[in-house]
């Protein structure tokens, strides 16, 4: 089968992309933005929170390895998806936890992945819906950030570890890396 493309805002591009990094079957994950109104954004934009854009992965699969479920179930347990426009101390709209489907079946996978994970959050899931829109690729120093400069970032050395160990324990036949 063919590769699939699935895109994810879940707070911080940085720590989304870190994780799914890690996932067996992705191919690849590509930091950027998508939601918003300005074209061809520049980081700084975004993270002024007045272009309407997420922080997003675009996620590259191979669909016989991974599922779009699968997907979605690493994508709901390893952020926040019951806080509003936030991920820990990132706030605003650009932050927001949102699922962007590529087509009818996606969409239909996101409303169901969002009944199947509410139960394991004590507070409503408010991850969005919402309709596909243009893609814009952050800049080159942002992609694949964790394996470079992350490593010596703090924010990223407080965040990022405990997302790729709750990846690495829900999802031990997932994960790339051991727990």
């Keep these: 089968m063919a590769d699939q493309v699935a895109t994810f805002a879940g707070g911080c591009f940085w720590c ?18 998508i939601g918003g109104m300005v074209p061809n954004p520049t980081y ?42 936030r991920q820990g ?24 992945a969002i009944a199947r994970n509410q139960s394991g959050w004590p507070d409503p899931i408010v991850t969005a819906i919402e309709p596909l829109s243009d893609w814009y690729p952050a800049e080159d120093y942002h992609q694949a950030y964790w394996e470079g400069e992350g490593q010596r970032n703090p924010y990223c050395l407080a965040v990022i570890p405990p997302k790729l160990q709750k990846l690495r324990k829900s999802f031990a036949a997932r994960a790339k890396a051991q727990a």
Excluded at 16 to 33: H, L, M, P, Q, R
Excluded at 63 to 71: F, I, P
Excluded at 89 to 112: C, L, M, W
């Design 89 to 112: 101390n990132d706030v605003g709209t650009q932050y927001r936890s949102a699922i962007f489907p590529h087509d009818e079946a996606q969409k239909a996978a996101a409303e169901a």
């Design 16 to 33: 989304t992309e870190a994780v799914f990094n890690d996932v067996i079957g992705v191919s690849k994950v590509d930091s950027g933005y």
């Design 44 to 85: 700084e934009q975004v993270c002024g929170g007045d272009t309407g854009h997420a922080e997003a992965i675009r996620i590259t699969y191979d669909a016989d390895v991974l599922s779009y479920d699968d997907l979605l179930d690493i994508f709901f347990a390893t952020h926040d998806p019951t806080t509003l426009n």
